[in-house]
């Protein structure tokens, strides 16, 4: 195990009765890294991210999270680490900044507020802190977990498919929250099943396959293990992300097409 890693896995095993749900699973996260595991609904992941975070005991292998071994050390993890699960777990009857002030008096923490107010502004809230959580979108309420996690200034968060059910304007938001962690020193492991999630934010990338990790490795590394394609002509089409701004106007520069157009024009032009 290296000195930089800040979690690191070996050999972890879970079963259930004659259900294998891990097999064996090894890999690292250096300090203040985005390390994505990436993989398909059962293949594992939320099973290692409640391991890591002492929810669930391993059938074998080891795994320490900040120094303390999660199996002999829970209490030690627990106060290192926040976890932020697949659903807001926000108070829909208190405002956003009520939220986070009954947080930090429950971790008796010193000025509840002013730590409330700092987090507002952290993630874009403040406008919406005195309104109650139950008017805000879910990228709004996304943002709002991930700020009560990080109260108490944890070193590592496992945040387990944070952007599931989440429209693609909300999930824009919750990568930038997720990009603000790792700007100031937070290692995170995130789990997802979508893959552009995982290249977007991602420092590593590990895919997890029926309980075992196949691939861990940067997003150019993992490029690596397939051959380019070869390309006989190109025309540009709008994605449908181009499509969606372009038609809701959300983007702060929407692509109108127009590029895509010219392309077109151009290649019928030139007959290809």
Do not use: C
Request: proline letters at 3%; aromatic letters at 4%.
């Amino acid at each position: 195990m290296t000195g930089d890693a800040v979690i690191q896995v070996r050999g972890l095993e879970k079963s259930y009765k004659e259900l294998h749900v891990l097999r064996g699973v090894d890999f690292e996260v250096a300090r203040g890294s985005i390390f994505a595991l990436l993989g398909s609904n059962g293949a594992g992941k939320t099973t290692v991210v409640r391991i890591l975070s002492t929810l669930l005991k391993a059938d074998a292998g080891a795994a320490v999270v900040a120094g303390f071994d999660v199996a002999a050390q829970a209490q030690s993890v627990r106060e290192t680490i926040s976890l932020t699960g697949q659903f807001a777990a926000v108070d829909e009857v208190l405002s956003g900044r009520e939220n986070l002030v009954l947080i930090a008096q429950l971790r008796h923490l010193k000025d509840p507020g002013r730590i409330a107010d700092d987090l507002l502004a952290r993630f874009s809230l403040t406008d919406a802190g005195s309104r109650k959580v139950a008017t805000y979108s879910g990228g709004m309420r996304r943002r709002l977990d991930i700020a009560m996690s990080l109260i108490g200034e944890p070193s590592v968060i496992f945040l387990d498919e944070p952007t599931t059910g989440l429209d693609p304007q909300a999930r824009l938001e919750v990568w930038d929250a997720v990009r603000q962690l790792a700007r100031g020193g937070t290692t995170v492991l995130l789990t997802t099943q979508y893959l552009e999630e995982a290249e977007q934010l991602a420092d590593r990338i590990a895919i997890l396959h029926k309980g075992r990790i196949i691939v861990n490795g940067t997003l150019a590394e993992l490029k690596q293990l397939l051959p380019p394609a070869k390309v006989e002509y190109i025309e540009k089409q709008p994605s449908l992300e181009d499509v969606f701004f372009a038609l809701t106007g959300e983007d702060d520069t929407p692509d109108t097409g127009d590029d895509a157009e010219s392309d077109a024009a151009t290649t019928r032009k030139e007959g290809r």
